[in-house]
T-cell receptor, first 113, second 113 residues
Framework: GAVVSQHPSWVICKSGTSVKIECRSL??????MFWYRQFPKQSLMLMAT?????????EQGVEKDKFLINHASLTLSTLTVTSAHPEDSSFYIC?????????FGPGTRLTVL | GDSVTQMEGPVTLSEEAFLTINCTYT??????LFWYVQYPGEGLQLLLK?????DKGSNKGFEATYRKETTSFHLEKGSVQVSDSAVYFC????????????FGKGITLSVRP
């Protein structure tokens, strides 16, 4: 139990386009989901906290207009990278809270050309 | 703010060797402490946790003790296996799972047969 999926697992896009990443809790409901960004050989940096039915809370330095987060249901949160640029290339990971634990998705590798 | 410091890696060991991965933290109050493991191609998984001082978390032969006096949560295993090869992250959260996690940089462990 407590499985979190992400889709797609990897994506390549052209500079200026938008990319949507989905995070789903497959067998539980999550009122809170988190989005992280991981650079090579570095730690996970929290980008935002996503709460079902309300606006996401962004960490300092994260552009909310660039990284749009929607938590439309108790099992789905989406991260949209708008007008992507090469510097947005990274590994994006989501997690979902359930029973006092966070469960992580496998991550999405974004490459912007 | 809160922070987690892990020893520099990578670490390469022979099978059945003893493992210690150091982790120290800076936080106000009484955070909960975690070790997460990321196997190749997979998402992060909770390995063990401790929620108060002197607690010992253990799982799969790994152990870590919450030492408030030294603000440490070092991970140990008496005899590593090839299957333990992964990236290990130390992390903390102020309270519960709906609070955001602060991660260390992670350390890559490679175990040789």
């Amino acid at each position: 139990g407590a499985v979190v999926s992400q889709h797609p697992s990897w994506v390549i896009c052209k500079s200026g386009t938008s990319v949507k990443i989905e995070c789903r809790s497959l067998d539980f409901q999550a009122t809170t989901m988190f989005w992280y960004r991981q650079f090579p050989k570095q730690s996970l940096m929290l980008m935002a906290t996503s709460n079902e039915g309300s606006k996401a809370t962004y960490e300092q330095g994260v552009e909310k207009d660039k990284f749009l987060i929607n938590h439309a249901s108790l099992t789905l949160s989406t991260l949209t990278v708008t007008s992507a640029h090469p510097e947005d290339s990274s590994f994006y990971i989501c997690s979902a809270s359930w029973r006092e634990e966070q469960f992580f998705g496998p991550g999405t590798r974004l490459t912007v050309l | 703010g809160d922070s987690v410091t892990q020893m520099e890696g990578p670490v390469t060991l022979s099978e059945e060797a003893f493992l210690t991965i150091n982790c120290t933290y800076t936080a106000t109050g009484y955070p909960s402490l975690f070790w997460y493991v990321q196997y190749p191609g997979e998402g992060l998984q909770l390995l063990l946790k401790a929620t108060k001082a002197d607690d010992k978390g253990s799982n799969k032969g790994f152990e870590a003790t919450y030492r408030k006096e030294t603000t440490s949560f070092h991970l140990e295993k008496g005899s590593v296996q090839v299957s333990d090869s992964a990236v290990y992250f130390c992390a903390l959260t102020p309270t519960g799972a709906n609070s955001k996690l602060t991660f260390g940089k992670g350390i890559t462990l490679s175990v040789r047969p």
